[in-house]
């Protein structure tokens, strides 16, 4: 049964960092699709970014900012997010994609984690 848990949300200031941590189990994950998707209060989700083997999409709100990275032995997706900013502000999720391929459409994924909470507040 595959199970995705998000860790590593919190509140921080405009301008700091926070790294996400999905923490995977019962799939294979380098040829496993891996999104970070977020949620904000009234808004749609949000394709953040995705890892899929040596695929990596953005979306251009986070290039530059956001980087996905995957750790096999661990079995972990980690989103690291740098220059954050209020409008980051948002539930953090990640999810797997029910194929091997990157997507920043929520309709493809298949299994989600519970969410991690992250605010950028001053």
């Known amino acids: 049964q595959v199970q995705l848990v998000e860790s590593g949300g919190g509140l921080v200031q405009p301008g700091e960092s926070l790294t996400l941590s999905c923490e995977t189990s019962g799939l294979t994950l380098y040829y496993t699709g891996i999104g970070w998707f977020r949620q904000a209060p009234g808004k749609e989700r949000e394709g953040v970014s995705c890892?899929?083997?040596?695929?990596?999409l953005y979306a251009d709100s986070v290039k530059g900012r956001f980087t996905i990275s995957r750790d096999n032995r661990k079995n972990t997706v980690a989103l690291q997010m740098n220059s954050l900013k209020p409008e980051d502000t948002a539930v953090y999720y990640c999810?797997?994609?029910?194929?091997?391929?990157?997507?920043?459409?929520?309709?493809?994924?298949?299994?989600w984690g519970q969410g991690t909470q992250v605010t950028v507040s001053s």
């Open positions: 890892i899929s083997g040596r695929n990596t």
């Open positions: 999810a797997m994609v029910g194929g091997g391929y990157c997507s920043r459409d929520p309709k493809f994924y298949t299994t």
